[in-house]
């Protein structure tokens, strides 16, 4: 009898390395998230409902997303700038004397100011009744060659000139508002549809700043009590007028207030096809983009971080080609003349204003500089009998010599960008999925990467999981799949042995959030899992003419 036992009932089969590799494919939508739990689907989880097991690798294989359809969003702080704006009123009045006989030109000064802002000293000392704010008088001295103001306080009646030395009869109000800022409606824009935007939004401010009706007239009583106001630009489109009488009956209780609701709209924001930059310009007084300041957005917006730190897109200014800077206004004479030696281009006179080289009988900025006729037969003294005086508006009246004659120019100021407009926005968006990201980044917006020591070179290592190109096609869908262009494969070795839930977040390269304004998007994603498999040998034959 053999002592080799050569059967049993439980034979050892050796365990064999061989798996078979298992497809499974998720499809997610933005709506399938909890809205309660994740508001915005820029940044949300889902529960797969099952549990993918020894999970190898995972790719994105298909997706469609809003396309990047909203460039200016208050999301990304992109959709606020500031600018000042002064505007000066000059009034020649050397006719009515000058020089020597300056006293009757500020006799006639006077009574205009009152015209505009009422009487004199009653109720209020000092000051015109209805004087507006933000207004400041002076005259051109011959003696300083300069502007001088006149305080308010310093005028005691008609009759008696403000001590002033050098008086040439050449006066003006200078009106100099607090500063504006404008916010661009959320959207995608085209160069004239963004320039438009800007152009109207910047001349309602100033327009509503210088109307009576919107900021200076109130009910009271049933009477009208004028608050303080710039309100200057309600004289703006007067021509060949005599200057009317004072009238105490409200509401026309002034000249100033027959006008009201008249505002003036200096700005032109020009797009410059050519060179692809912007161009701010105003038909009258001159203007700074105040664009080294920071714009303040609402706490609550969807961002962690002030963008304002970037060195590229931080803020509208930026997107419309200038730098982190204020921006003041070039004046340029448009008159045509050259007397005094400091301007006057008789080409830009003759095509009638500011042109671009390829638009030469299509003047992109006009100056707005109108002429006002005071004629003798005012009804309010002194009797200005045989007498005209030349008002400017909108412009500016520099002094000439001591006999009273003046030099008036029609000018303008511009600004011109130092970069081009950008109106395309992000070229592509990461999408990334919390622990199964692969593909590394470099932190933008570094500052001392030479430094030996705080040196500021940072990389996001496993920083997102796919990489979705953007083509710029406003308010469409981007859609794609991996048959057209290259998509990361996560890959996991050992295996992830569970998963059963993901967490996505869809940003850009420098962080901000993807703002998907409430539109749904969905993709596919693709699980390969590792199954335990004994080989069996088998040998299937697939006909030809299956496609498989």
Not at 45 to 60: C, K, P
Not at 478 to 483: A, D, L, P, T
Request: hydrophobic content about 35%; charged content about 15%; overall charge negative.
């Amino acid at each position: 009898m053999s002592n080799f036992v050569l059967q049993t009932a439980h034979p050892l089969i050796q365990s064999e390395q061989t798996f078979v590799l298992d497809r499974k494919l998720i499809s997610i939508h933005s709506v399938d998230r909890d809205y309660q739990k994740w508001p915005n689907s820029n940044h949300f989880g889902i529960d797969l409902g099952e549990a993918f097991h020894n999970v190898q690798s995972m790719r994105l294989i298909n997706f469609a997303v809003p396309s990047n359809n909203y460039t200016f969003s208050t999301a990304y702080q992109n959709t606020k700038m500031s600018f000042t704006y002064s505007l000066n009123y000059p009034f020649n009045l050397s006719q009515f004397g000058g020089g020597a006989n300056a006293p009757n030109a500020w006799n006639v000064m006077y009574d205009i100011l009152e015209a505009l802002f009422g009487p004199y000293g009653a109720p209020i000392a000092n000051q015109f009744q209805y004087q507006p704010a933000n207004v400041i008088l002076q005259h051109y001295s011959s003696t300083t060659n300069s502007w001088e103001e006149i305080t308010w306080s310093g005028i005691t009646s008609g009759a008696v000139v403000p001590v002033v030395s050098g008086n040439q009869g050449i006066y003006r109000l200078v009106w100099t508002p607090p500063e504006f800022s404008i916010t661009i409606p959320e959207g995608s824009y085209s160069p004239s549809n963004l320039t438009e935007t800007i152009q109207t939004l910047m001349n309602k401010e100033i327009f509503n700043a210088s109307s009576l009706s919107y900021n200076n007239l109130t009910a009271n009583g049933g009477s009208f009590d004028f608050l303080p106001g710039p309100g200057i630009g309600v004289i703006s489109d007067i021509s060949n007028v005599t200057l009317p009488s004072i009238n105490n009956t409200a509401p026309n209780i002034s000249a100033w207030a027959s006008s009201r609701g008249r505002g003036i709209s200096p700005f032109v924001v020009y797009y410059n096809s050519v060179t692809n930059k912007v161009l701010f310009g105003t038909k009258a007084g001159t203007f700074t983009l105040n664009f080294a300041k920071q714009e303040i957005y609402d706490p609550t917006c969807d961002v962690n971080k002030a963008i304002f730190n970037q060195y590229t897109k931080w803020g509208l200014p930026a997107y419309l080609g200038f730098d982190k800077k204020n921006y003041v206004g070039q004046v340029v004479d448009l008159s045509g003349i050259d007397i005094s030696g400091a301007g006057g281009d008789p080409f830009q006179f003759n095509q009638g204003g500011l042109y671009l080289p390829f638009e030469p009988t299509n003047p992109w900025l006009v100056g707005d500089a109108r002429t006002v006729q005071i004629t003798g037969n005012g009804a309010y003294p002194p009797p200005w009998t045989g007498v005209v005086g030349s008002v400017v508006l909108g412009n500016t009246t520099n002094g000439g010599s001591a006999s009273g004659d003046s030099i008036t120019k029609n000018l303008v100021s511009f600004v011109g960008a130092d970069f081009n407009l950008d109106i395309n926005g992000e070229d592509a968006l990461y999408m990334e999925i919390d622990r199964y990201n692969s593909i590394d980044e470099i932190y933008p917006y570094s500052e001392r990467t030479g430094h030996l020591y705080n040196n500021d070179l940072g990389h996001r290592v496993n920083g997102s999981f796919a990489k979705i190109p953007l083509t710029h096609v406003p308010f469409g869908q981007e859609m794609g799949s991996r048959n057209n262009f290259v998509l990361n494969v996560f890959h996991s070795d050992p295996p992830i042995q569970r998963i059963d839930r993901l967490k996505f977040t869809f940003r850009y390269h420098d962080g901000r959030l993807v703002d998907f304004k409430n539109l749904p998007f969905s993709f596919t994603l693709e699980f390969n899992m590792l199954k335990d498999e004994q080989e069996r040998g088998k040998r299937v034959r697939v006909p030809p003419l299956y496609n498989l």
